[in-house]
């Protein structure tokens, strides 16, 4: 009934723009033509109810109109980027894929069977509940990458309950939990999602000129490239409203620097993960990162300052790991954070922790400091094991001047004295020319 829903509101909002890609603008009668095409030619593949299915692909609205018939088709989807040059096979087998669709640059569709036949548990619960499901890949970066199985039918029914969103850049992408939740909530309010050509700071600061896009979703580390790049000298962005940032910590210096840059745009935190989908969250004010969970649709709870949480649109669990919620249902984020009555501050993954002779060091406060050093393009804080103080305290930085390594250690020390407790500093400090985050941006620590 969920997707019946789903398209019926497509049908209201036929005359309206769903997506905009590669400029061009595609409205919601042309998106629900297009899905219906795909029913039927997964039909005439022979895909059956219920098949595991590895989609291989970027957005488009061809990939839209496939994705939502393969829902429809109560299909159990394992999103993967459209970079076809990656090897994906191993993810393929974890999933066990029953078939796999690719979809090339030039929109072009190919579907093939695997010849095997799927049989884990949690596939086997979607099909006897004959619910759709998504499978997404954690990025691996505290061990493993990780097959997160989700209900797609919690998901469609959380968008579908949903406020509309304004005209938005979609960033993250399709194998991303905040992609797939965002294109899916923006479609289930009749809302338009804007699809740049490339993630750079032009091509973003081009795409939101050119179709006045109004709300912005990146991670910190995008923005802090944005900033330097000074892409918002050379285009109009006057049409943003609204810019949200997640994924990873925001740096205060970073954040400040936006917030002068742009008084008449709200920025806010958004916070989710792989295996609780994306969740609403309120921002304390545009300068500040204290946000609050919406108490209607997740549960919180800290337990010695590190955060759980019990929500409707939690996973079902992992394909190759045992369950991490606890016996009665909270999962265990394994962010440490402060509380300020009803708010809560991130201060970052327990598992990043630097322990210095038994203090406590978040790599996100260091960098937020190094961060605002004159001529810091990007830095990454990590612990390093020591024999006297167990770990010490370290940094790479990338820089956008020629200094040198010597004068760049002094003038660290200098600047941080005053702002940081001297266990805090780093210790070892090295500069590089290659960029410290990954094709997400996200920071590679």
């Known amino acids: 009934m969920t997707i019946a829903a789903l398209?019926?509101?497509?049908?209201?909002?036929?005359?309206?723009?769903?997506?905009?890609?590669?400029?061009?603008?595609?409205?919601?009668?042309?998106?629900?033509?297009?899905?219906?095409?795909?029913?039927?030619?997964?039909?005439?593949?022979?895909?059956?109810?219920?098949?595991?299915?590895?989609?291989?692909?970027?957005?488009?609205?061809?990939?839209?109109?496939?994705?939502?018939?393969?829902?429809?088709?109560?299909?159990?989807?394992?999103?993967?980027?459209?970079d076809l040059s990656l090897d994906r096979s191993e993810q393929q087998r974890t999933a066990e894929a029953e078939w796999i669709i690719k979809v090339d640059e030039h929109d072009e569709v190919c579907i093939m069977p695997t010849g095997h036949s799927a049989q884990h548990e949690l596939i086997c619960q979607l099909r006897s509940n004959q619910h759709p499901g998504l499978i997404l890949f954690t990025s691996g970066s505290s061990g493993q990458p990780k097959a997160v199985v989700h209900d797609a039918m919690l998901l469609l029914e959380k968008a579908l309950a949903s406020r509309p969103l304004p005209r938005t850049l979609v960033f993250s992408l399709l194998d991303h939990i905040a992609g797939v939740n965002l294109l899916i909530h923006l479609l289930a309010n009749g809302s338009c999602a804007v699809i740049p050509k490339a993630l750079s700071p032009d091509t973003v600061a081009e795409t939101i000129e050119r179709h006045r896009v109004q709300f912005l979703p990146t991670p910190p580390t995008f923005f802090n490239l944005f900033l330097?790049?000074?892409?918002?000298?050379?285009?109009?962005?006057?049409?943003?409203?609204?810019?949200?940032?997640?994924?990873?910590a925001m740096p205060p210096s970073t954040l400040a620097r936006?917030?002068?840059?742009f008084p008449g745009v709200r920025f806010q935190q958004a916070y989710g993960?792989?295996?609780?989908?994306?969740?609403?969250?309120?921002?304390?004010?545009?300068?500040?990162?204290?946000?609050?969970?919406?108490?209607?649709?997740?549960?919180?709870?800290?337990?010695?300052?590190?955060?759980?949480?019990?929500?409707?649109?939690?996973?079902?669990?992992?394909?190759?790991?045992?369950?991490?919620?606890?016996?009665?249902?909270?999962?265990?984020t394994g962010d440490a954070v402060e509380i300020d009555g009803e708010w809560l501050r991130v201060l970052g993954r327990k598992s990043e922790l630097i322990n210095v002779g038994g203090q406590?060091?978040?790599?996100?406060?260091?960098?937020?400091?190094?961060?605002?050093?004159?001529?810091?393009?990007?830095?990454?804080?990590?612990?390093?094991?020591?024999?006297?103080t167990g770990n010490v305290v370290t940094a790479k930085v990338r820089l956008t001047t020629n200094e040198s390594l010597r004068d760049f250690r002094i003038r660290l020390r200098t600047f941080c004295q005053d702002k940081l407790?001297?266990?805090?500093?780093?210790?070892?400090?090295?500069?590089?020319?290659?960029?410290?985050?990954?094709k997400r941006f996200k920071k590679m620590r």
């Open 7 to 82: 398209l019926d509101r497509f049908r209201a909002a036929a005359c309206q723009t769903a997506l905009i890609w590669q400029d061009h603008p595609c409205d919601y009668r042309e998106l629900l033509t297009a899905i219906e095409v795909w029913q039927t030619k997964l039909s005439q593949a022979g895909l059956p109810a219920g098949a595991v299915v590895a989609l291989m692909a970027n957005y488009s609205p061809n990939t839209t109109a496939l994705l939502l018939a393969l829902i429809a088709q109560q299909a159990i989807v394992l999103l993967q980027s459209g």
């Open 421 to 438: 407790a001297p266990y805090k500093i780093p210790v070892r400090v090295t500069l590089v020319d290659e960029a410290l985050h990954s």
């Open 258 to 261: 936006l917030h002068e840059l």
């Open 273 to 332: 993960m792989s295996e609780m989908g994306m969740l609403r969250v309120k921002t304390r004010s545009s300068d500040s990162l204290w946000v609050k969970v919406d108490s209607d649709s997740c549960a919180v709870r800290v337990v010695n300052g590190l955060l759980e949480l019990k929500a409707q649109s939690a996973m079902l669990g992992y394909l190759n790991a045992p369950s991490p919620f606890t016996t009665d249902g909270w999962y265990k």
């Open 228 to 248: 330097l790049s000074r892409a918002y000298e050379r285009y109009d962005l006057s049409s943003l409203t609204t810019a949200s940032y997640g994924s990873e």
């Open 360 to 388: 406590k060091v978040y790599p996100v406060e260091v960098e937020g400091v190094i961060q605002a050093m004159d001529g810091v393009a990007e830095v990454v804080v990590k612990g390093e094991s020591n024999e006297l």
